[in-house]
């Protein structure tokens, strides 16, 4: 590849992350629209264009008036020709087996014909969206009732990937002191703020009684619960620091949400068209899914 610092270079990825965002099949910008994009002149763009089909990056066929199409295209070398040779992903804590089933899927599939993944972990899907937009991470997972959430909101964030129910989570559950209590009126609830689904599942559920909320960290849960300054708390059972309390559990029965928080998606910026591109990619659906399943039924060993 061109010296991706050099004048050529430089158009040259600009050039290839306009491409991105097509579709084989689509017509790509023409040269006097990559002029104006890429703020180059006509014959750099045109000097890139000849680069990137001389690479086999991609294939392009001219129907004269009716613009040049985009046949087709390697994202892989397309992201070498933008400069970029990994990705960073967020992640939840891996403090379950469904957690670390997840991320040895992403970290497998990522790393591949020279492009290296690095994950990292992050407690909060508000520390996750966080680091996409300070540019730490090319993406972050999250559930999709978070993303709804954020996207409801009017943050600029789209899913790149969306797994099955059951992928993020098995289900949420309350965690009690009192196993036979049932009137919440002054019970001292524990919520996370900083975390979508813990907070928005604890004031649904006591949206009708009269509690106090406490504010924790969801790590904090049961040991508190233990100590006796909370009563109740709503968290993962997949943790195996939850079955193991003795604290009892009663589920959480409502089956829209249970789709939606169970539900793993992987996020990526809206103008982050290559990250998009690579995912849509090297993360089939049902590859992800097989991988974490061999994890959690102990045939094959996290990796990340």
Request: hydrophobic share 40%.
């Amino acid at each position: 590849m061109r010296g991706i610092y050099s004048k050529g270079g430089m158009v040259t990825q600009r050039v290839a992350l306009e491409l991105c965002g097509v579709a084989p099949g689509e017509r790509i910008p023409t040269v006097s629209e990559l002029e104006k994009s890429c703020e180059a002149s006509r014959g750099n763009i045109q000097k890139a264009l000849s680069y990137l089909k001389e690479q086999g990056v991609v294939s392009l066929e001219s129907h004269g008036q009716n613009g040049t199409t985009l046949t087709s295209i390697d994202y892989l070398s397309l992201a070498r020709s933008c400069g970029r040779d990994h990705l960073v992903g967020v992640m939840p804590l891996p403090y379950t087996a469904r957690y670390e089933g997840l991320a040895t899927s992403l970290f497998t599939l990522l790393n591949t014909r020279g492009l290296r993944a690095f994950i990292t972990f992050l407690r909060g899907s508000e520390a996750r969206v966080q680091a996409l937009f300070d540019g730490f991470a090319n993406y972050a997972v999250m559930s999709r009732m978070a993303f709804d959430d954020y996207a409801a909101h009017g943050y600029p964030i789209e899913v790149a990937l969306e797994c099955s129910p059951l992928t993020y989570v098995g289900r949420h559950v309350l965690l009690l002191r009192d196993g036979e209590r049932t009137d919440w009126t002054g019970a001292r609830v524990g919520i996370d703020e900083s975390s979508v689904d813990q907070c928005g599942l604890t004031r649904r559920y006591f949206a009708k009684a009269d509690v106090e909320y406490v504010p924790v960290q969801y790590t904090h849960i049961v040991d508190m619960l233990r100590a006796g300054v909370l009563d109740t708390g709503i968290w993962n059972e997949d943790d195996v620091h939850i079955r193991a309390s003795g604290l009892s559990m009663r589920p959480l029965d409502d089956g829209n949400v249970r789709d939606s928080n169970t539900r793993a998606v992987v996020v990526i910026r809206t103008d982050d068209s290559l990250t998009r591109s690579l995912i849509a990619d090297l993360l089939p659906r049902e590859r992800v899914e097989e991988i974490q399943r061999e994890v959690m039924d102990g045939k094959l060993m996290a990796r990340y």
